[in-house]
C-alpha cells in the first residue's frame, strides 16, 4: 500500500511576487559604483587571466604545449644543434634550439592547459588585458613580444609558514653551499701556499759563532778515583812572600 504523500505548505498567491519586488526595492535603494575605465584601472584578482608571457630559457621545446592546445593556436618551430662532448673522450649530444614560439590570442581561449602542462616553468599567466589591435594579425604574439610580458606576471604568493621549502629553491641553496666550500678550501690552499713560498724565499740565519778568551789555563788535577778534575785551592797569600 502506497503510503500517502505529506501535506503541502499552502503558499499565500503573490507571495513569489512580492519577495522579487524587495530585492528590487533594496537594490533601488543603494548607490551606484560605476568604474571610469579607462581612467581608473581596475583591480583584478591576483590569478587573472590577461596574457600569456614566454620564459624562453627554460623552454626545452618539448612541444607539448602545442599538441595539449585544444586551439591549435600555439606555433613552435625548432632545430637540432649537436653538442660537444662535456669531457674529453664522451659522446656528442644533440638539443633542441626555439626558433620561433607564437600564439594567436584571436583564436585562445584562455583556458590555461598549456601553462598547466609545461613540465619546465616556461608559460606564466599575466593579469594584462590591454592589447587590443584593430589588425586581427597583430593578435600573434611571436616570442619576443611573449618575451616583454614576463615583466608583468605577478610575483607567485608566499608559501603557508608550516609549508616545505620548493625543490628548486633547495637545489640552489645546496649548489651554493658547495660552491662556497669549494671557493673557501680553494682560498685556503691558496693562502698556504702563499705563506710556503714566503718562507721559503726568507734567507738562512748566519751560523752561530763561539768566542774564545784568551788566556793561560792549568790543567786542573783529576781525581784518580771518579776521574773528574779536583776543585782549585785558592793560593797562600804567603807563598808568594816567601
Not at 167 to 178: F, S
Amino acid at each position: 500500500m502506497a503510503e500517502p504523500l505529506p501535506p503541502t505548505r499552502s503558499r499565500i498567491p503573490g507571495s513569489g511576487l512580492a519577495k522579487g519586488l524587495a530585492v528590487t526595492l533594496r537594490t533601488m535603494t543603494k548607490k551606484t559604483v560605476t568604474a571610469q575605465y579607462p581612467d581608473a584601472q581596475p583591480e583584478l584578482p591576483p590569478r587573472s587571466r590577461g596574457v600569456i608571457g614566454l620564459f624562453e630559457e627554460n623552454c626545452t621545446v618539448c612541444m607539448l604545449c602545442a599538441r595539449e592546445c585544444p586551439d591549435w593556436c600555439i606555433y613552435i618551430d625548432s632545430h637540432k644543434e649537436t653538442v660537444p662532448p662535456a669531457a674529453p673522450g664522451g659522446r656528442e649530444r644533440s638539443r633542441n634550439v626555439l626558433d620561433r614560439f607564437a600564439i594567436d590570442f584571436s583564436l585562445c581561449m584562455y583556458c590555461g592547459i598549456c601553462i598547466e602542462v609545461c613540465p619546465f616553468d616556461a608559460l606564466f599567466w599575466s593579469p594584462e588585458f590591454e592589447y587590443a589591435e584593430t589588425d586581427i594579425h597583430e593578435l600573434t604574439h611571436e616570442r619576443d613580444k611573449l618575451r616583454e610580458w614576463m615583466w608583468t606576471v605577478p610575483a607567485p604568493p608566499a608559501l603557508d609558514p608550516g609549508a616545505e621549502e620548493p625543490k628548486e629553491l633547495t637545489a640552489a641553496r645546496k649548489t651554493a653551499d658547495k660552491l662556497a666550500a669549494e671557493a673557501a678550501t680553494a682560498a685556503e690552499a691558496a693562502e698556504l701556499a702563499a705563506q710556503t713560498a714566503e718562507q721559503a724565499a726568507q734567507p738562512e740565519p748566519p751560523a752561530s759563532s763561539t768566542t774564545t778568551t784568551t788566556g793561560t789555563t792549568t790543567d786542573a788535577p783529576t781525581d784518580p778515583t771518579s776521574g773528574t778534575p779536583e776543585p782549585s785551592k785558592p793560593s797562600d797569600p804567603q807563598d808568594g812572600a816567601s
